[in-house]
């Protein structure tokens, strides 16, 4: 199975701020990478597919990058409304597996 | 607009057995393959099945693996995912979750149901 490692597995900021997390695959995936928000109690929104391609109706304050095994989401501006856990998720072979997830809170 | 609504969880005891249902609606269900994905309580998310658009293929999560059924009602655009032989493990939020048009992953996500398996 193929593993993905997110780093840091929380992450203080501050309204206004530009934060990246980080994903890693155990092995080279190409770009079958999504990123995935989720607030408590909710279910998880789709963000970003093909590590880089914005899901229809997510802000452009939302960026993904990488290739390979080496993934991340960019957040620029941070909103209040942007506080969450963030999870990746690799598709490029089965089973499908996510991250651990990355809970950004208000500093 | 997109709508997936699940049902069905309850709390069962181990070994038990439960049949979640997802009715979709807002998009023609037949174009698209489905999914399951559960969610532990304070835990991350693990994909559990897919089925594709005809129900021919399926495949699962090695501790799903001939405990779980996924499959489908094209015609009453539903998804379901029979659960037998349950362990304390398998206590989680059920996801449904829509494959999108390109075949790659989840585009949309139903509000969850939620499965307790207890004695």
């Known amino acids: 199975d193929i593993q993905m490692t997110q780093s840091p597995s929380s992450l203080a900021a501050s309204v206004g701020d530009r934060v990246t997390i980080n994903c890693r695959a155990s092995?080279?995936?190409?770009?079958?990478v999504a990123w995935f928000q989720q607030k408590p109690g909710k279910a998880p929104w789709s963000l970003i597919y093909a590590a880089s391609t914005l899901r229809s109706g997510v802000p452009s304050k939302f960026s993904g990058s990488g290739s390979g095994t080496d993934f991340t989401l960019t957040i620029n501006s941070l909103q209040p409304e942007d506080f969450a856990t963030y999870f990746c998720?690799?598709?490029?072979?089965?089973?499908?597996?996510f991250g651990q997830g990355t809970k950004l809170e208000i500093k | 607009e997109v709508q997936l609504v699940e049902s069905g969880g309850v709390l069962v005891q181990p070994g038990g057995s439960l049949r979640l249902s997802c009715g979709a609606s807002g998009f023609t269900f037949s174009s698209h393959w489905m999914s399951w994905v559960r969610q532990a309580p304070g835990k991350g998310l693990e994909w559990v099945a897919n089925?594709?658009?005809?129900?021919?293929?399926?495949h699962y999560v090695d501790s799903v693996e001939g405990r779980f059924t996924i499959s489908r009602d094209n015609a009453e655009n539903s998804l379901f995912l029979q659960m037998n032989s349950l362990r304390l493990e398998d206590r989680a939020m059920y996801y449904c979750?829509?494959?999108?048009?390109?075949?790659?992953?989840?585009?949309?996500w139903g509000l969850g149901t939620p499965v307790t398996v207890s004695s």
């Open positions: 998720q690799q598709y490029n072979s089965y089973p499908f597996t």
């Open positions: 089925i594709n658009q005809d129900g021919s293929r399926k």
């Open positions: 092995q080279a995936i190409n770009n079958h």
């Open positions: 979750a829509r494959i999108d048009g390109y075949g790659s992953t989840f585009d949309y």
